[in-house]
């Protein structure tokens, strides 16, 4: 009785309140503690370099932030809301491949409104040009998220990885030729013929298992670089002909060159590994080679866009429209 006679004074309401805050102080540290422990949890259920499986192994420099292998999928696709060192490399390409689709369907609506000319032919290089940027960049992103999934798993997964940046590579030569060489239709054919096969071939060996071992990647890389530098060709072949300025109105030729030195570049660190390489460790999460590379990809796939663009407003110009050639 007399307790609860106090309870109703000023020095049993004050004792609530200090029990209240003492609860709640409570709860605070208890929810902390577990804050912490779910980092601690999560940053044990990373490894380093060497608690990998031999099949894991592929960059000595990058030695902490993988993720553990379960044969689960649903663990694998979930893993890509966590911070390890694969985020870069799933996310920039994640992104990219959203970003290309939507673009692709707005650019669609608007073709026919823009250019009363506009053809199917429009259509299908362009379509061409999305296919492999959302293929490339889509497959990426997956073999990434899967790759802690199983051996086998990632063995397919990579596979593809190398078949997206075939079909990236001869997407995007598809409209550059197109409409570089329309008002020459023999070299045209040619040239989409040539690269079309170079891809085919990059494309096959990208499936021969022999040449996904680590030690060939000085090997795949300088292949892809090879596909990619075999568009110089019909470059400079088509800046003797018609002239450099004749190529920029009609294919934006310095923004095709610069698209592909983007490429080059990133492919370039890519199989050097640097800067990891000078540096251990210190690019494991952030900044690795592979992750410029992604990067350098989707800037590429952007500025070949831009300058096809450019090129599908000249085209379906006056000037544009008329093949005065020799």
Not at 116 to 140: Q, R, Y
Not at 227 to 247: C, E, F, N, R
């Amino acid at each position: 009785m007399k307790d609860a006679q106090m309870d109703g004074h000023p020095a049993g309401e004050a004792r609530l309140r200090r029990a209240d805050v003492s609860a709640k102080s409570i709860a605070s540290q208890i929810v902390d503690t577990a804050d912490q422990g779910a980092k601690k949890l999560e940053s044990k259920l990373l490894l380093c370099w060497d608690e990998l499986p031999h099949w894991r192994r592929d960059n000595i420099f990058i030695e902490t932030g993988y993720r553990q292998v379960k044969p689960s999928y649903t663990h694998s696709l979930f893993s890509i809301l966590h911070l390890h060192n694969e985020s870069v490399n799933i996310w920039s390409h994640l992104i990219g491949a959203i970003l290309a689709i939507s673009t692709g369907i707005y650019l669609y609506q608007v073709i026919h409104p823009r250019y009363e000319s506009a053809s199917s032919s429009d259509i299908v290089v362009f379509a061409c040009f999305f296919g492999g940027a959302i293929l490339c960049l889509g497959m990426s992103a997956t073999y990434h998220a899967l790759l802690c999934h199983s051996e086998e798993v990632a063995r397919w997964g990579n596979k593809l990885d190398y078949s997206g940046i075939v079909a990236l590579i001869v997407g995007s030569y598809v409209p550059a030729l197109y409409y570089g060489f329309f008002c020459r239709p023999t070299l045209m054919t040619s040239y989409l013929s040539l690269i079309v096969l170079l891809g085919i071939g990059c494309g096959i060996v990208s499936w021969v298992d022999r040449f996904r071992k680590p030690e060939l990647r000085v090997f795949r890389a300088s292949m892809f670089v090879g596909l990619g530098v075999s568009g110089v060709i019909p470059v400079v072949h088509g800046t003797i002909i018609d002239g450099y300025q004749a190529l920029e109105d009609r294919m934006s030729i310095s923004l095709v060159i610069f698209h592909g030195a983007l490429y080059i570049f990133g492919a370039v660190l890519y199989a050097s590994r640097w800067p990891e390489r000078s540096f251990p460790g210190a690019f494991d999460i952030w900044g690795s080679s592979h992750q410029i590379f992604h990067c350098c990809v989707v800037l590429a796939a952007a500025t070949h866009l831009y300058g096809m663009a450019r090129a599908f407003d000249y085209h379906h110009t006056i000037m544009g429209s008329q093949c005065l050639i020799d």
